[in-house]
């Protein structure tokens, strides 16, 4: 199921609102206008997941492996799509 939304999610931003120059909120938002204002061979995958290392962290020591190996799962997923 999360593959799913992570998805939908991913297509939904970089089809709908890449084009336009509308951007997101949060980890997502901040990538797109990376991805805008660096040099092309830094992609919008890559800031996604670099962005999201410190969360990683995070969850694993609040929450622990196993909602961190979901959430990596999921923005991998995320920034495949996108």
């Keep these: 199921m999360l593959a799913i939304a992570g998805i939908v999610n991913a297509f939904g931003i970089t089809l709908l609102m890449t084009p336009v120059k509308l951007y997101d909120s949060g980890i997502f938002g901040t990538s797109m206008l990376l991805e805008q204002v660096s040099p092309s061979y830094l992609s919008l995958s890559l800031f996604l997941l670099i962005l ?29 799509f996108a």
Excluded: D, E, Q
């Design 52 to 80: 999201n290392i410190p969360l990683f962290l995070i969850g694993l020591k609040k929450r622990g492996k196993k909602f961190t190996f979901y959430a990596i799962y999921t923005v991998f997923i995320y920034s495949l």
